[in-house]
């Protein structure tokens, strides 16, 4: 498709305007390529300047630009930012549909897996929450669940995971009903993990940025986990955390072993 043929702009920003609150945001143009690459369904997708985009995707991104070409559609920039207020630099916003949550339990649940789950225990930062999810699915983790109030798919934790939320599966859970596998929770009291082999079922649990692990999760660990720090460093940020965590996973694995 050339684009000669793209939908009617008002119509377009009706369209938006009527799926806008039940939809996943999807803001700028990393965070679409990630999502149309892992299977999302995205009705609506809207742009200042279309040349620009699909030239970006033809430069970054060659195997998205046909559905790109397909979905875009032009409006003014001032009416796109009226929609997206904090608009992504690359001008182009989408909306896409939320993954069923019962299908991301079953993937949740499934044993055996080849992967780890990742659990956030209450954590409260939004830009953390995004960050981690981002590298699970880099990781090829089976999913991100979070315990607490925070809601994974808050628009600006969609935004901190580039659209990867699509990649893997991620949702809240309560502590009780964490997906099966042995617990191994990281906890500055906990055995060095350097001497450890972390198994695929795994379920990686990390505490808040604030208070750590929750007395329900502590509970629930099968095995308490540290990881190396010096001394009178006081803590890493949380996504760095577990980018450590499963790369140690991922470094027991034999090269080229996917998830």
């Known amino acids: 498709m050339n684009g000669t043929h793209q939908r009617d702009p008002d ?28 299977g999302a369904l995205i009705p609506s997708a809207l742009t200042s300047d279309r040349a620009a985009v699909l030239a970006l995707a033809d430069e970054l991104a060659p195997d998205v630009k046909d559905a ?20 992504h630099p690359t001008g182009v916003a989408a909306l896409a549909v939320r993954p069923s949550r019962t299908a991301n339990l079953d993937a949740l649940a499934r044993m055996p897996r080849t992967a780890p789950v990742v659990v956030l225990d209450d954590p409260r930062n939004l830009g953390n929450a995004g960050a981690v999810i981002r590298l699970a ?72 940025e604030r208070s750590g692990l929750s007395a329900r999760l502590r509970e629930r660990a099968d095995h308490l986990v540290s990881l190396p720090m010096r001394p009178q460093v006081s803590s890493y940020n949380l996504a760095t955390s577990v980018g450590m965590t499963l790369f140690h996973w991922s470094a027991g694995r034999p090269p080229g072993a996917e998830a």
């Open 137 to 208: 699915a880099g990781f090829g983790a089976t999913g991100v669940v979070t315990t607490g109030t925070l809601d994974p798919w808050h628009p600006t934790v969609v935004r901190g995971g580039a659209g990867l939320h699509f990649a893997t599966a991620v949702e809240r859970m309560e502590v009780d009903g964490l997906p099966p596998g042995p617990v191994f929770a990281l906890d500055a009291e906990g055995e060095d993990i350097r001497g450890l082999k972390l198994p695929d079922d795994a379920v990686l649990a990390f505490g808040s």
């Open 11 to 38: 119509d377009a920003v009706r369209a938006w305007r009527e799926a806008a609150d039940t939809s996943v945001l999807l803001d700028g143009f990393h965070a679409v390529k990630h999502a149309l690459r892992f």
């Open 68 to 87: 790109l070409d397909t979905l875009l559609v032009q409006v003014p920039d001032g009416t796109l930012r009226a929609l997206v207020p904090r608009l």
